[in-house]
T-cell receptor
Framework: GDSVTQMEGPVTLSEEAFLTINCTYT??????LFWYVQYPGEGLQLLLK?????DKGSNKGFEATYRKETTSFHLEKGSVQVSDSAVYFC?????????????FGKGTLLTVNP | DVKVTQSSRYLVKRTGEKVFLECVQD?????MFWYRQDPGLGLRLIYF???????EKGDIPEGYSVSREKKERFSLILESASTNQTSMYLC?????????????FGDGTRLSIL
């Protein structure tokens, strides 16, 4: 079935370091792909999405490119801040009849130190 | 902005009690979801509803039931709470249709069963 595998971490970086969180997927067809972020004590928020191959989603300095050839959607940021400390989830829609549900990766805890 | 509101941020109940978790969304979304989030396991879907009075089991429905009497409200019921149901519970909503519709999450209810 459709699934997502993401790098589990935890990841600890210093402020201004470069971030990559890997995400690969197995899917039937070419669904959209999402990255969600969960700040401490909060629910999940949509960070960015891409709806087709070679699309690049971006938001708050984060980027991810939908790569069909490598079935990947890696999250990157050029210079992380302490405020980026959170758990990041890669997510893949799968079809349940006429409606879509999401399957999530296990989440990657990012800690950014000053 | 979509607002998904969960009635309690923190809840403490006793083993054997019947527990109700409430979720309300204000965007007229057809789809609503209940997940539980546990360390190392990520998010797991408990139940899903795609219309009023319609529901579908997710991956871990045992010990839970749901109610959707109105479009904006989706309730999760723990019929007889047990300690292994101590967890973070997240509600989400989305529009139906294509795979590029994201889910919007509430802030979660951290439930402790003593």
């Amino acid at each position: 079935g459709d699934s997502v595998t993401q790098m589990e971490g935890p990841v600890t970086l210093s402020e201004e370091a470069f971030l990559t969180i890997n995400c690969t997927y197995t899917a039937t067809g070419y669904p959209s792909l999402f990255w969600y972020v969960q700040y401490p004590g909060e629910g999940l928020q949509l960070l960015l999405k891409a709806t087709k191959a070679d699309d690049k989603g971006s938001n708050k300095g984060f980027e991810a490119t939908y790569r069909k050839e490598t079935t990947s959607f890696h999250l990157e940021k050029g210079s992380v801040q302490v405020s980026d400390s959170a758990v990041y989830f890669c997510a893949l829609p799968y079809s349940g009849g006429s409606n879509y549900k999401l399957t999530f990766g296990k989440g990657t805890l990012l800690t950014v130190n000053p | 902005d979509v607002k998904v509101t969960q009635s309690s941020r923190y809840l403490v109940k006793r083993t054997g009690e019947k527990v109700f978790l409430e979720c309300v969304q204000d965007m007229d979304h057809e789809n609503m979801f209940w997940y539980r989030q546990d360390p190392g396991l990520g998010l797991r879907l408990i139940y899903f509803s795609y219309d009023v009075k319609m529901k579908e089991k997710g991956d871990i429905p045992e010990g839970y039931s749901v109610s959707r009497e109105k479009k904006e409200r989706f309730s999760l019921i723990l019929e007889s709470a047990s300690t292994n149901q101590t967890s973070m519970y997240l509600c989400a909503s989305s529009s139906p249709g294509t795979s590029n519709q994201p889910q919007h999450f509430g802030d979660g209810t951290r439930l402790s069963i003593l």
